[in-house]
């Protein structure tokens, strides 16, 4: 996320969320920290989406009831964008907060002083911009996710075009994606992984089971154009995904000929060398499809030998123990796998490597570099490249969470620090249902926080020690009798789950639900849950 | 670590020790349960190892006392893994315990009715042997960790003659590391890392850091090749790499001309540009020397710009962030680091990509074949290329750790399962210099065992919670008093700790040693403790 200010206006440049690593099991999403705009609040304009990726519109949801006081809040994004936040806010009874205001490419909208203009870039999501901020000190433009790619399977290419005009008219500064700086040369073409799905689904005797994320829109595209080819017929699994595909349905991103995209339930009337799933869960979560298929839990779709399972993703770092569990799960039971160890292009980024952010910065040629959006070792590595063509080392501006970048008389500065972090979100599950609270660090001792931790079997699952519960904040009442309650409740629910190998991840949640529950059936309270699970 | 067992006589192959997850960082090291070969002592011949690694001699100092009674015990291996194993053995006070046989490629010994065999193989360290057994029941070969470069830095090619040789005469049955079956293809030659090695050496400006494996003998190799070439000097840092060099400097494997090996002090009065240090901790490990470089914690060494780090290395997969870490750090120091993503040939694999694997099976032509020494999804893929060549579906035999392998007549089968499992490694630390504590997982049981819950900021290190213990299996004298003190304690450290952004390892080698300290000192106790830190 993003404010752009100037003078009396502001606006907001995308608002994700960020899944909680291994060690916050217990936290559903991370999202940032809007003090510095509630505290300006009459002065906010709008948001400006670049993308619909969780990691760009996740946070709407929370963000949104934060920003009451001011009528509906506009925001702008491409149709695609538009539709998926549409969704979100639906589901969340948010839909009447907001103005969704689809934009085209090249459109611009005025905000005040400030004027928004989207540019369209290529992305593993159809219908991506970079937006452009014109403001009376200058124009600054943040690319969003994006890399140069010739071939969309999907929409235009990047608009190298409109981006060198705005470099030749002169641009402020260039706020660039950095995720993929390591890499030298170009990322390819989202067309290469068409190859694979196109053998893959040919080839299959069985099953085809295909895993990628819940937007990739472009991979469902892909498949169905498959399918088509061999004759077999497509369904997806996994309510985020249907959803997804709903909406691109609606707006015509998707256009398959009758009779090729089925609801599960049909397809799985068919024998199976015709079938061919798109489901979710391509990290390993837990509660997605995937895991659930893989650990013989999913109440409609089973898997076994003559299936393949094409996981069309990389794992995300941090996510490859569960994505390497999963695929042993899908081996055990007699699958055949095809993942990105086993073929290269089972998955290209969406992200610009070295080369493409270079031309970026050649394109558009802006007075100050900023990198955003990576590692601190991604945004050094982003300064070398600037440097190397030429952008003197102080106008390279190296920003943090929070940072405030000020520019005055044409010359940028990091000056400050706004009130900034991460806020986490904490759904209420099954008793309290649509519910969320969302804590910051100084919510979660205030409000109260229970640590759980649980020691289990490597292999056989079985209970070592524990759960011992460790409270902070906790009220006296619930200290007096309904905590111990919830621990004793756990731990038989934990004795009596039959053998085999622990899944993690599932126990987290059912340790987190059923502490959850029995705490607030007694004292109505609901502090931050957080189980750790070891296997030893 | 496998036995290898005929009527009365008993060998072992390597005996290896794992790094414990994130999750057991309280944990030293995890060695195999012997239990079955303690229960046959007195069938038992010797041990043989494949080669020098961790992984393959790292439990010798911790399964040699477990075997008393039976007299000294003979260890075979190359002169280079044998000097190794010296080194471990040492330190333990074990040297007196074995009797250490360097072998020779092709040598054999026989030991009551089993004949070893050692054949050449290449891999990441010179002097690695794949291993037959003759058997009055026919051969069988553990391949160890293999690959098939055929321009090793340093020795002779994967013996290829020797291995067709006994092909022809007949194999039982060849077990076979299985670690890179999901890469097509072969493995790039250990001689592709010398051109990487060479540019980075010649072109660094400051001093130059290479970070590799304590044991990767031909890196340090290479480095030498190299500083030599541009009029450099070389150190190394670490214990376990000075020890590492020395050996390999005492057998012959590094012979560098007079005055570029230097020693750490008398290296670091040269000017930086000529300073070549090799350093451990290419896995981001919290006590090695790389990252107490990276939080300038390190004694002696100091980073700055100008200066670079070529990480020799990749992440094995559970270390991804803790090298992240360690790379971020050394950025913000203002260092240029190249690694894995920013340049591909900073490491190579030493283990047989998919064709490799075929060509093993090909050459050897074994009547079964057992893949071992990888995940099950690997063991799934071998299953898979072992069938692709014609050997039939019931020769190829799917094992687990324990799993008996039986031959009756020419024909194997898993029959049943051995007592097996992991042991802990407990290092008492300071207060009670060399002695070590083995636990299994009943054990941590019954002899006592402390989680410690402890929450920090992620961004400035304040205590957020805790710490609080959770203790399984602890003494009443130990509860009634002891435990709660050493709470206290290690409360008011964390407390009065400096601000700054938390480095988990080191906060988890600090609550381990200071509350095994304070409990030992009043209850001569010594539970295994596991902390827990995590950052919010």
Redesign the interface.
């Known amino acids: 996320m993003m404010a752009v200010e100037y003078g009396d206006d502001l606006v907001l440049i995308d608002a994700g969320g960020k899944f909680p690593e ?3 099991r217990g936290i559903d999403l991370i999202i940032p920290d809007i003090r510095y705009v509630k505290n300006r609040l009459s002065k906010l304009r709008g948001i400006a989406i670049t993308h619909g990726h969780e990691d760009h519109i996740g946070a709407l949801p929370y963000v949104i009831p934060q920003l009451e006081g001011i009528g509906k809040i506009p925001v702008y994004g491409s149709p695609l964008a538009m539709g998926f936040a549409e969704n979100k806010l639906r589901e969340a009874r948010l839909d009447e907060k907001v103005e969704l205001h689809p934009m085209e490419s090249r459109e611009r909208v005025r905000l005040g002083d400030l004027e928004l203009e989207f540019i369209n870039v290529t992305h593993t999501i159809p219908a991506s911009f970079a937006i452009a901020v014109h403001t009376p000190a200058g124009t600054i433009i943040n690319t969003g996710d994006f890399k140069f790619d010739p071939t969309p399977v999907m929409g235009e290419p990047t608009d190298e075009a409109r981006l060198r005009e705005l470099g030749d008219r002169g641009v402020l500064a260039l706020f660039s994606d950095t995720t993929r700086v ?3 040369g170009h990322t390819p073409s989202e067309r290469v992984v068409m190859e694979t799905l196109d053998r893959v689904i040919r080839d299959a005797t069985g099953q085809t089971l295909i895993a990628t994320f819940a937007s990739n829109i472009s991979r469902v595209f892909m498949v169905l154009k498959a399918a088509e080819k061999y004759g077999k017929k497509v369904a997806v699994a996994g309510r985020s995904m249907e959803q997804n595909v709903r909406t691109a349905l609606q707006l015509g991103y998707l256009d398959p000929p009758e009779g090729v995209l089925l609801p599960l339930n049909d397809l799985l009337q068919l024998p199976p060398q015709q079938r061919v799933l798109v489901v979710t869960g391509s990290q390993g979560e837990a509660a997605a499809a995937l895991a659930r298929i893989a650990a013989d839990e999913h109440q409609k779709i089973q898997i076994g030998a003559g299936d393949v399972v094409l996981i069309s993703a990389t794992p995300v ?2 996510n ?2 569960t994505v ?1 569990e999963t ?2 799960n899908l ?2 039971r007699g699958a ?2 095809v993942f990105s ?2 073929e290269g292009r089972v998955h290209v980024s969406g992200h610009a490597a070295r080369d493409e952010l270079q031309k970026m910065l050649e394109l558009v040629r802006p007075v100050h570099a900023v990198p955003i959006h990576g ?3 991604h945004m ?2 982003y300064r ?1 490249l600037a440097r190397s063509i030429g952008i003197p080392e102080d106008r390279i501006l190296m920003t943090e969470i929070g940072s405030i970048v000020d520019f005055e008389d044409g010359r940028g500065a990091v000056r400050g620090r706004a009130p900034s ?2 806020v ?1 979100v904490d759904r209420l599950g099954d008793f309290e249902p649509g519910k969320v609270r969302l804590r910051t ?1 100084d919510d ?2 205030s409000e109260g ?1 229970v ?1 759980i ?1 649980i ?1 289990v ?3 056989d699952g079985k209970l ?3 759960p ?1 519960f ?1 409270t ?1 904040g906790l009220s006296m009442e619930a200290l007096a009798g309904p905590i111990r309650q919830a621990e004793q409740e756990l731990k038989r629910w934990l004795e009596r789950r039959p053998e085999g190998e622990p899944e993690v991840g599932y126990l987290v949640s059912q340790a987190k639900g059923i502490t959850a529950r029995s705490l607030f059936r007694k004292t109505k309270q609901r502090p931050m849950i ?1 189980p ?1 699970v ?3």
């Open positions: 291994e060690w916050e390591e890499t030298p770092p941090g490859e123990e390497s695929i042993d081996f055990r055949n796998v160890s086993t590692e601190y070792r050094a590595l070398n972090g991460s986490f660090r979660l001792i926080l640590t931790t020691i079997d490597a292999e070592i020690a524990g011992e460790v902070k957080l750790m070891m296997e030893l």
